[in-house]
């Protein structure tokens, strides 16, 4: 017996050397537990209140990030059965439809991963605006995520072209032509993307590369970023503005944080103890409030997204065929509120206008940086603002639903329900 | 009051039901990975497989489990057909129910599926592995689905280029009717050559035919003969004036000099007598009999003028370089007479008698009928001096099979938008799908048009390596030099036929090797003096009226030429070898078919003169292996040994007419 | 180590029925993520496992049995293997090494040898001396209906194996 006490102990030890604290009974060990874990250490170990409040935040940024993974590590199973060479690409995806154990399943959850992500980011977005959460001290980090947002349409295109269907061929060769009406550098703007004149395999293997190195590579590195000022700066603006937070670094002075429990963060602050300031009532712990949260987050993510991969199948047309255009020819539906645009006018859609948005919302925290109405949806102060920027957002979504619904052949008008 | 640093019951509550929900959807996904369409499928494969087969063959076959697939690495196409039709390639399975019937007939022993696969023939999407997806029946986002029976044969040709493949009936029809209309004339078409477009060149056709007769064949040349070759172009009545007026204008060669007959002498009965010793009907029909290599000549009194058929039975090259028409040699008073007769007997009894003369024509309304003729590519058929055009009036097909077809290209006729459809209803009704469609109406039969879809549905893109293709090399032009090649062309010879594949097809006799099967003497006779062979075969070789020096420039260019060095052994058979051969003769029961003096059948040639007619050497490989020198020959291959053969030679040798057809 | 029925306790004010209830919910959320993820990494891992080959078939036809002269053993560097035509019939003997999958040369009379390591077989495939840890493999043979010997590799068969046409 005493063997098998030793045993106990030495198994027990072992376990203790990877998960130091156990499971937390106390609110010190549930404290201790977040901040002695790697990946729990990107939560603070109490939150404030209202930024648990699901009819605050909806969970769109965490819900971003859930598919952002599922898309990861979807996106590498099916790179284990992918050829990015024109027949070979086509061969692929039938492979996975018909032959590949889970394959369809997997390609279905990505694709539909991927044009959720595309709409969850903007709603995110949105939701930020509406609630003032831009402003000091999160300024930079609304910019992040402008940047994350275009990654997020960048993946979603590149990923596009990669089954190599007449679908996917048509909205890039549409989506690249749009690209071209750029202003002097249009054509080797063009060039540069396809790798050559036409959508090739040297087009397919820069798409490929870009999708599944480039742009993850810097998806993952600024959703650090924007993570790393999310955990400095806490979870959502609050509603109150932070007294401590309000200042940004004054020149030469390390920026306060109110949420560091590090030296660094000490060493230039004017002489006062680090303590919560905030009154007790107004934080919970991280554990289990936040984390049991993000977790049943997770699993609705996945239920749904599965009931929609077993129900609906991912697209694939015919291989893709230079000699044969289909009528019409569409980008990919998140450009087509700009295609609706190039309609009228190549240049005012395919320059103009994207490139007024992607400023405009990059600008954003730098014109309007009064910091008041913020931790609120729709603040009265802020209602030039909202009204603004929800016009453009109305009108954007107005646009892609005209594009994807309600143009048939040559672009003309049509009833959807008249197809 | 502080908040419970603990969980609210809710959550609990919602992590259980999400717990499960997510539990339940993910086994779904298994659910339908595991009972996908293709396992249940083998599971009943394994059920009849234990019924029809014993436990010792069951032992060797592989097992049914698992996706199984060909994959044809030269074509880079996968097929796992076989996944759910296990039992194809497998005799015991021919009783079974699909999908896993025996595939019928020997296709799988000439096209292995190792090899060939499946949709290589049949079309469909190989790599599915469900039946909707295999394109059993159309569906979206796959151009190529299983092709119906009476379409599977499109799918021979793409690889079976030759013009008549073997066992594929309606695509072998489609080509020849392809061929036959001319298709090439105004389409790029892969396998047909511009030459085989038989069309008269119109240059001097203003001398040739009368108004009226011009004018109503315009309108329509079927109503004027219903096997014509010439589509209907649709024309408008003042397009039909127009080019009527432009074609009387072309004079180019003036006619040879016919005003010295004595018309008031010609004798219409003699002229028929020539027209039969001529054996005229070999080639021309008249009130339905007779070839139909020539024109159909039943009204020809009311279509052609009397100095221009004249002057053309005097030299028909002279203003048709091109036409396959023979050079009699006939005297001047039998050519008069028989240009009587064809111009007083056989007439339209409703057209006017005499032609007006020619006369003056309107430059404008010439000028109109040229642009008609431009407009609508007469010249793609009838080749007619500078305004021949290198590039083809219609649109190419090269492809054909490959295109796609859309709703709206159906102009509204109502139709499945498949591209067998489109083509169907283009080649019935050409003006039906296109506003004013160029492309003549050909009056296709249901059936001919059938054949001729699944022979543009061959059509594709050429992207089958070589050693996927069976083709028939098309067979080149041979034309001699020297007097013979002028005694070639003048009796044109190479209309009816066969030099190394090239020239037509009436006769049943090639001439590659004639001069080591006939005996010269029997040579130079018969060229001067034909008779018939074959009893039994309408076309005959025409009575040329060729001169003795003539029949001997050919019979000695066949004896120096056309010999194959295999057939000219020495025959010296045993004494006694003609009577055994003989006796075979009468055992083999040979007068059932083959006539000798007075008795026997009319399917074979007559062998009553074989001794003064054919070589030797010829006879003994014939009989030894009737089907390696004419594939499809009535000819039983009896399978006679070397003697036997040599001894029935001894016999055939000893016929003559002298000895058997008259008392001697 | 997972407790939360006496997290609820103190929350909760130790209501039994109340207690029973979390305790049941939670465990039953666990035990669905447990399966959950283990259910993932097994359909990872089947997932891993293709269900078709773009490789060449394990049964194939190597020519016609006069390919093969009487008395001699037939090198086939594609297929890496050796065909014999013996008094007996034909047989069929793998040319890769047991050891690390070299090509082994055939010694006529003596066997076989493999260059890398210096294994030594005998004229069946047997070893006889060196790293080689098995003899060579022995294939079946069979006559397709165009009557080319067919070999399959998923059939092993004993060295006693001869296939007579």
Redesign the interface.
Known sequence: MPSLTAATRTVRSAWRSVFRVGWPRTDKDRTAAMISSFFLHVHSAKVKKHSLRASYTLGLGLISFYLLLVLVVTGVALMLYYTPHPPEAYRSMKDLQFVVTFGPVLRNMHRWAAHAMVLVVFLHMCRVFFTGGYKTPRRFNWVVGVVLFLLTLGLSFTGYLLPWDQLSFWAITVGSNIASYAPWIGDDLKYLMLGGHVIGSGALLRFYVLHCVVLPGAAMTLVAVHFFRVRKDGLSAPPQPEPSAIVEAAPGRFPASTRSYGLMALTDRPAQPVVESDPEDDEVLSWPHLLYRELLLLLAVLVVLHVVALVFNAPLEEIANATITPNPAKAPWYFLGLQELVHYSAFVGGVLVPGVIVLALVLIPYLDPKPRGVGVWFARERRWANWTFGAFAIVAVVLTIVGTFFRGPNWAWVWPWMR | MRTPQTAPSRMHLAFAVLGLAFLGIFSWVFMQEFFAEWRTTQAQFRAIEGQVKDPHALSLAPPADGIRQIWLRDIDRVDRCTTCHLGVDDDAFVKAPQPFTTHSGTWLKTHPPDRFGCTVCHGGQGEATDYRDAAHQPIPHWSDPIRPRELIEANCGTCHREREPKEAFLLAAGRARIAEAGCIACHDLPGFSLDEVQAPRLESVGYKVRPDWLRKWLADPKAYLPQARMPNFRLEPDEIQDLTAFLLSQRQTTPLDASGVDWSKADADHGRAVFGEARCVSCHMIDGRGGTLGPELTTVGSKVRRDWLYSFLEDPMHDQPDTRMLRYRLADNDIRDLVAYLTEDLVDPDAATTPPAVGFLDPKQVEAGKQTFIKHGCFSCHRFGNLASTAKIGPSLMAIGDRTVEPSDFRGESADPTLENYLYLKLREPDKLAEDSRMPTFNFTEQEAATVVVALLSTRKADLPASRVTDAPAPKPYRPQGAFGALVSRYRCLSCHQVNGWGGTLSTVPLDRIGSQLQYAHIVAYLQQPYAIRVSVEARMPHFGMTADEARTIADYFSSVFVDDALEKPFAPAPDAARRGAALYTKLGCRGCHIIGQTGGYVGPDLSDTGHRLKPGWIQAWLAAPEKWKPGTLQPDYGLKPEEVQDLTAYLMTLSRTAAGRTP | ????A???D???GGLTG?RT??R???T??????V??VF??LG??A???????L?EP?SRFPVGRPEDFPPGTATFLPERRLFVFNSDAGFYAISSICTHLGCNVNHITGDGFACPCHGSLYDANGQVTRGPAPRPLAWFALSLS??GELVIDEERLVQPDYRFKV
Request: proline letters at 10%; hydrophobic letters at 35%.
């Open positions: 180590m997972t407790d939360p006496k997290d609820g103190r929350a909760a109340e209830r979390r049941f919910l939670f039953t959320g666990t035990a669905t993520v399966v959950g259910g993932f359909a990872t089947r997932y891993l496992f293709p269900n078709v773009y078939p209906p165009r």
